[in-house]
């Protein structure tokens, strides 16, 4: 799913967690922005990055339903973010306008049309209610993610789906990537997932065509 860049290549990491994603494109002559409305999820992902890349992150402090750039990005990460934007729509358009013509957009979200999904909202309601500071999710599906990113010229070039495991960050470090390969993302729980984890890429001639 993962893409393989070109040497050179600008990399944006929105809502980047502890970075170990992005990390892995901090090589040869590409730089990394990460961009995330928390100080401190920015302070730890920028601490575990190798010192000798370090001169090639820079950090951002901003929420991306409001951030406003001229950059350009080839290669843009937004995984686990959607749920967390309640401008949706103007979201997307806002991440998709900074992707340069032929970049690569890597995007994840629950699609609340499933079953899976619905129960997953659900919890987050319930957990709501039991923790008023928890930050309940909003409703994304995948009709509304793909005809808005269509009409900026983004075309799903790969697609997996997978099943959500509640509660499976708080796993030791690796066994929820093993879980989700091994497990979660093959037949028949992929079938029943309302997870998506989606490889985009901005087609040269309709971008070209979209105003500024």
Not at 41 to 46: D, E, F, G, R
Not at 76 to 93: F, S
Not at 96 to 113: A, E, H, K, V
């Amino acid at each position: 799913m993962m893409p393989a860049l070109k040497d050179g290549s600008n990399i944006l990491d929105i809502g980047p967690g502890d970075g170990k994603i992005s990390r892995q494109f901090l090589k040869g002559r590409n730089t990394l922005t990460l961009l995330d409305r928390s100080p401190e999820m920015l302070q730890m992902a920028y601490g575990a990055i190798d010192p000798s890349m370090a001169h090639a992150v820079k950090t951002i402090v901003a929420d991306i339903q409001e951030y406003r750039s001229e950059e350009r990005f080839d290669c843009i990460l937004c995984i686990g973010v959607l749920a967390h934007m309640r401008q949706l729509k103007e979201t997307l358009n806002r991440v998709s306008s900074m992707l340069s013509p032929g970049g690569i957009l890597i995007l994840q979200w629950t699609d609340y049309r499933t079953m899976a999904g619905k129960l997953f909202h659900f919890g987050g309601r319930m957990m709501k209610y039991c923790r008023p500071v928890f930050n309940e999710t909003i409703r994304t599906r995948k009709n509304d993610i793909e005809e808005t990113l269509a009409v900026q010229g983004l075309v799903a070039d790969k697609t997996a789906r997978y099943f959500f495991i509640p509660g499976i960050r708080y796993l030791p470090i690796h066994l929820p990537t093993w879980l989700v390969e091994r497990v979660c993302a093959r037949f028949p729980l992929c079938r029943i997932g309302s997870e998506y984890l989606v490889k985009y890429q901005k087609n040269n001639a309709a971008a070209e065509s979209l105003p500024g």
